[in-house]
């Protein structure tokens, strides 16, 4: 069972990737698919964070990786 959790709080920052470890393509990605993104935070800091992702194509996993992110003030 998959748990969603919504964040709260001032989210007035823009998220710019930093890092993206361990990348793996799995399938392509087509116009006009329906590309769905989870994103599962491990360690968050006040102005950074990591945690690992997956893109899946109609159920499929297309690609998947680690990855590290920093907050800037929008």
Known sequence: RRRHTRLQGDWSSDVCSSDLDGARFRRQVAP????????TLGRMSSRAGKGSGRALVNGEVACECDLMFVLVDA
């Open 32 to 39: 006009g698919d329906r590309l769905t993104l989870e994103v």
